[in-house]
Nanobody, 128 residues
Framework: VQLVESGGGSVQAGGSLRLSCAASGYTYSTWCMGWFRQAPGKEREGISTIDNGGRTRYVVSVEGRFTISTDNVNNTLYLQMNSLKPEDTAMYYC???????????????????????WGQGTQVTVSS
């Protein structure tokens, strides 16, 4: 499995960015994909996930500001980030894992060890 993120950068508070993650090399028919972030000195956490059925989850800190989506034709995961805040500054990673039938795709720190395929990360910096 190969995951390649793009779209990070520097933006002022209140601005927007869209992250992309091109996925290849997987054959799962049921899966979870997610966006994770890790700020300096903090643990990595899953901030948003989506499954092959289109079900989405968000952590409270980004709900209403971020939107996760997929283009299943092009095998690309997106994260639209609006109303960015300085506390959103972090390295952002996409990840993918197999999902058992009926399984869910939780968010938060508990989600991190569930994933075994990760991208290289893309930096997002939000200035005040």
């Amino acid at each position: 499995v190969q995951l390649v993120e793009s779209g990070g950068g520097s933006v002022q508070a209140g601005g927007s960015l869209r992250l992309s993650c091109a996925a290849s090399g997987y054959t799962y028919s049921t899966w979870c994909m997610g966006w994770f972030r890790q700020a300096p000195g903090k643990e990595r956490e899953g901030i948003s996930t989506i499954d092959n059925g289109g079900r989405t989850r968000y952590v409270v800190s980004v709900e209403g500001r971020f939107t996760i989506s997929t283009d299943n034709v092009n095998n690309t995961l997106y994260l639209q980030m609006n109303s960015l805040k300085p506390e959103d500054t972090a390295m952002y990673y996409c990840a993918l894992r197999y999902r058992t039938y009926g399984g869910t795709c939780p968010v938060g720190e508990v989600a991190v060890p569930q994933y075994n395929s990760w991208g290289q990360g893309t930096q997002v910096t939000v200035s005040s």
